[in-house]
């Protein structure tokens, strides 16, 4: 029983929470608004994970601008009000919820029947190797992943191009 | 006299030169058919005459040629031809191949046409007769509108008669075989908006296409054996052809590779290599050994030999019109007159005759073969000659009268007498078509009245028409000097003189017999004669008067008989031979059957006697056929218009009645073989065809597609979520299989 | 120490939740914000493993997996604009054009 476990354990099981709640609320808002502490919580098991760029990259990407886009578009459409019935339950939708299940039942046992590999990285090599932070990612990507850094960045001004286009009511 | 034989034994062209050229002699007609078919309506009937006769003039000219090359003597060595599957030659013979046709692993065929004496009268016989009914139907033929078509055909059939003769091997004739198959359905069913002409055609047509079967069959087993022969064989078989034995095997072999199994010169050297008993083959195979292996295994070389040929005999039966095949030929009369003149008289009859005449060193390996052939063309034509006492029709008259001479034919070459087998093939061409054209000549100046009671008199208002079908009927009928007496009676002596090892008894019988049909064709040709050209007209007649033919008709008819008359200087014995004189034919034909005079010799199965008729013999036949003649006259002239208005004997009526209706053989074909075979057609066509195969297979497949279809059609729903359903469902399914296969 | 399967089965769980949603919710905007959940599932094992191998590449894929992230939602939330501006509702049970 150490620290780490506990707050594993706690982070997960508020991560799920909230995970539960973004697919079984009734409003746009409160999915959308769950979906934010959903990622907060998944940042602090990055943190764990000893990745702590991403989890800020997260945190300010994901929760901080997505989230953002997400509840502008919500609230432009003006889907705030809750819609009264649930989903209708069709064939379709019944055969995809067990396939979810299953697709769970599967991986869990998949995982669990992984062979368990010794630890070997431990942290004291991880902070004399400088693991996750910023200033060894960084190398790295304007190193060896040069290409695709500057793809991203083109991927990025395409976006931003198309959806100026799709989303003008006059091209 | 020397200076005219080295005339005749130096041909004008060198032959292996001409060897080449060969070809031409069927093109040229092949090329006439196919420009009078096509442009004829537009060349106009003038033109169209002058291409179709000059076509076959051309090809005679060169038929001429290549007899005459056959013929050549230079410094005491005749021409010769190379044999490609022995190390001699091939004497007074010339041929030219012309590159493989298609082969399939050791089968191969090639384009090879050969010339050698027996062609040779054949080719000029083919070109000679057809050029004179070419002549003559420009003028029968003048007032049809089709004439185009009629040249075209005409000229086609020619082609493929010439095919079949020049041919080298089985299956080249057999190209001709169909040729002239299809040739004579064309043009008996001409007139085909007759109805009962058409089926004519087509009865013609199906009646030689189960001859043909059998004849392919025939060929498959011919092949087989020359392949266990070539597996078998030792050296003990080629020691048999003199020389060096391993050249000769080598040579053999290679003559396979090059020529195929069906070359007749191929069969022929098989053919001396194979003796009758185990102990005359010093160790080879004979006709008493097994054959090892393959489809045949464990039957003799002799008893495959015996059942191929009996096939081909109903193959030849199908083709020249014999038993039980024949019942084609008197409906053949549907077509033109000119027509069954050229070929159901001349020459596509005679098809079968020539193919045993080819195929004669095979025959006398089997003397249970030849003496079915013999037994078959004498019980023909017996039975045909019979029929003939009772049509009333003119053609129908000659059409069971050539029925009847082929069977004399199948009878020569079935006792081993080919010579005069061929010789009276190639007079019978000659009075036979003189006969046809004259009655065309006869219905044409009658206004196409061919009953013959309903004429009469004609001799004295068409007198050409009359003189040469006078000399014709004393062709046929066999009467002093004229040639077919000559030509029949040799088959009669052969018949009688030559003996079957285990068939003895076929030798007397069947003499005897034969000089009975010789007296029923004196009897029935003169019975046709005096009733169409002699005594008073009948009342019935159509015409009160008849008119003489143009000469574009009696001008052949004139040749034809002139060459009745002087085609019996074939059948003397002028010649020098091994035991005295020698008929001029046998003399002439002897390098054809050279090997299957040596191979009966060795073998003791067949013994061909060589003698000549006695003038005894002579005296017989001679009396047999005047007797009957008289009689003819007698009954004809005298004795039934005597008895005019007095009801003939009940049992005289209904004898007539049945000869008259062809003794029923057709009734009793169409009740055993025809409506079985229509009733089982029709089940097939109502349960087979109809339902099984178009309802269930085919519409049913339609169905069931449609079906499945629109029950699909309700999984495009257009809802996303649905399809990424199934998405998911997949990858569930992925998962769980890439799970069990790691678990593993 | 948290043996890494632990985080594994987290990012099942959560992969899988988020799968559920995309295929039951009607809101195209809520079956978005699944999709969304599902990426990050895939980030957390992409870092799982990267702890266990002691190789960062896995924290460079996330890294890029957030950038294409954002780059699909606006232009997914574009899409979304425009089609509600035709049809007047983003509840995906209504938008049948693929249908046969």
């Known amino acids: 029983m150490n620290v780490e476990l506990v707050l594993f354990g706690a982070f997960a099981l508020l991560t799920l929470l909230s995970a539960g709640l973004v697919i079984f609320a009734k409003n746009a808002i409160s999915s959308a608004m769950a979906l934010v502490a959903t990622f907060f919580f998944l940042a602090g098991i990055y943190v764990l994970l000893w990745a702590h760029t991403v989890a800020v990259l997260q945190v300010l990407v994901y929760a901080g601008a997505i989230m953002v886009l997400f509840l502008f578009v919500i609230m432009l459409l003006n889907l705030g009000e809750s819609t009264a019935t649930g989903p209708r339950l069709t064939l379709s939708r019944i055969a995809g919820g067990a396939a979810a299940a299953g697709l769970l039942v599967v991986l869990v046992v998949s995982i669990w029947k992984m062979p368990v590999r010794a630890e070997t990285f431990t942290g004291p090599q991880a902070i004399a190797s400088g693991f996750g932070t910023l200033a060894v990612i960084g190398q790295t990507i304007f190193t060896k992943w040069l290409l695709p850094f500057e793809a991203v960045s083109l991927l990025l001004l395409v976006a931003m191009v198309g959806a100026v286009v799709v989303a003008k009511s006059r091209i | ?744 | ?100």
Not at chain 2, 65 to 77: E, I, R
Not at chain 2, 274 to 287: H, N, Y
Not at chain 2, 295 to 303: I, Q
């Open chain 2, 1 to 744: 006299m020397d200076a005219l034989k080295q005339f005749f034994m130096t041909a004008p062209v060198d032959p292996t030169v001409f060897a080449q050229s060969l070809w031409l002699i069927i093109a040229l007609p092949l090329l006439g058919a196919f420009v009078c078919g096509v442009f004829g309506k537009m060349l106009g009937r003038a033109n169209v005459h002058l291409i179709a006769c000059a076509a076959v003039a051309g090809s005679f000219f060169l038929s001429v040629l290549a007899f005459w090359s056959v013929s050549h003597v230079q410094g005491g060595v005749p021409v010769s031809t190379e044999n490609p599957f022995s190390a001699g030659v091939i004497r007074y013979a010339i041929s030219a191949d012309y590159g493989t046709w298609f082969s399939a692993g050791t089968f191969r065929v090639n384009y090879g046409l050969m010339v050698d004496h027996l062609s040779g009268i054949l080719l000029l016989v083919i070109t000679g007769v057809g050029f004179l009914i070419h002549l003559y139907s420009t003028s029968y033929m003048e007032h049809d509108e089709a004439y185009w078509r009629y040249f075209a055909y005409l000229n086609l059939f020619v082609a493929a008669m010439l095919t079949l003769v020049l041919a080298d091997s089985l299956v080249l004739l057999f190209v001709g075989w169909e040729g002239v198959g299809m040739a004579s359905y064309l043009l008996i069913g001409f007139w085909y908006s007759d109805t009962a002409k058409a089926w004519a055609g087509r009865k013609a047509f199906v009646t030689n296409r189960i001859g043909d079967f059998a004849f392919l069959i025939g060929s498959f087993l011919v092949v087989l054996l020359v392949g266990a022969f070539n597996a078998q064989a030792t050296s003990g078989n080629f020691a048999q052809l003199g020389g060096n034995t391993e050249a000769a095997q080598v040579r053999f072999r290679e003559g396979l590779q090059q020529r195929g199994p069906l070359s007749f010169r191929g069969l022929e050297v098989m053919a001396n290599a194979l003796p009758a008993t185990a102990d005359a083959a010093q160790g080879g195979v004979s006709l008493q050994s097994t054959i090892a292996e393959g489809p045949l295994a464990g039957r003799t070389f002799g008893g495959v030999l015996t059942v191929a040929l009996l096939l081909f005999l109903l193959g030849a039966a199908g083709k020249s019109a014999q038993f039980p095949l024949y019942v084609w030929l008197p409906d053949a009369m549907a077509g033109p007159t000119p027509v069954s003149a050229l070929i159901h008289a001349a020459t596509m009859v005679t098809a079968g005759v020539y193919l045993f005449s080819r195929m004669s060193f095979l025959l006398v390996m089997s003397p249970t073969a030849m003496v079915t052939i013999a037994i078959i063309g004498t019980f023909t034509s017996l039975v045909a000659a019979l029929i003939a006492f009772a049509q009333d029709d003119i053609k129908k008259v000659l059409a069971y009268s050539t029925v009847s001479q082929l069977g004399i034919m199948f009878m020569g070459v079935g006792m081993g007498i080919f010579w005069a087998a061929v010789l009276h093939l190639v007079t019978h061409a000659f009075f036979k078509a003189c006969l046809f054209l004259g009655a065309g000549s006869v219905m044409h100046g009658n206004a196409d009245e061919t009953d013959i009671k309903k004429l009469g008199g004609v001799r004295r208002e068409m007198p050409w028409t009359w003189a040469t079908f006078l000399i014709a009927t004393l062709a046929i009928t066999g009467i002093v000097p004229l040639s077919g007496f000559f030509s029949k009676d040799a088959i009669f002596h052969g018949v009688h003189h030559n003996h079957l090892h285990g068939y003895e008894w076929a030798s007397n019988a069947l003499y005897y017999v034969g000089l009975l049909i010789a007296a029923c064709t004196a009897f029935y040709m003169s019975r046709l004669y005096l009733l169409t050209f002699e005594g008073k007209r009948s009342a019935e007649a159509k015409v009160a008067h008849a008119h003489e033919s143009s000469w574009y008709m009696t001008l052949p008819l004139v040749v034809l008989a002139v060459l009745s008359v002087v085609a019996l200087v074939y059948a003397l014995p002028l010649m020098p031979g091994r035991n005295g004189p020698q008929p001029v034919m046998e003399n002439f034909l002897g390098p054809v059957f050279a090997s299957a005079e040596r191979i009966a010799a060795r073998g003791k199965l067949v013994e061909l006697d060589h003698s000549v008729p006695t003038l005894g013999n002579y005296l017989v036949a001679w009396l047999v056929v005047v007797a009957s003649g008289a009689f003819a006259a007698f009954m004809y002239m005298k004795f039934f218009p005597s008895r005019a208005g007095q009801p003939a004997p009940a049992f005289a009526r209904s004898a007539r009645r049945f000869a008259q209706n062809k003794f029923y053989v057709d009734e009793a074909y169409e009740f055993l073989v025809i409506r079985p075979v229509k009733n089982v057609s029709a089940i097939l066509y109502k349960l087979v065809d109809t339902v099984l195969i178009d309802t269930v297979a085919v519409r049913g497949t339609a169905w069931v597609t449609a079906r499945v279809g629109s029950a699909l059609r309700y999984v495009q729903t257009g809802d996303a979520q649905a399809y990424a359903a199934v998405m998911a469902l997949a990858l569930l399914g992925g998962a769980v299989y890439a799970l069990i296969q790691v678990l593993q």
């Open chain 3, 1 to 100: 120490m948290v043996p890494i399967s632990y985080y594994l089965i987290l990012a099942a769980a959560l992969f899988c939740i988020g799968m559920f949603g995309v295929l039951i919710r009607r809101n195209a905007l809520v079956v978005f914000m699944c999709v969304e959940l599902m990426l990050n599932a895939a980030n957390l094992t992409f870092l799982a493993f990267a702890k266990q191998n002691g190789d960062f590449t896995g924290h460079v894929s996330a890294f890029f997996v957030i950038a294409v992230a954002a780059a699909e939602a606006s232009i997914g939330l574009a899409i979304v604009i425009a089609v509600f501006r035709s049809r007047g509702t983003v509840n995906i049970d209504e938008m049948r054009t693929m249908k046969h």
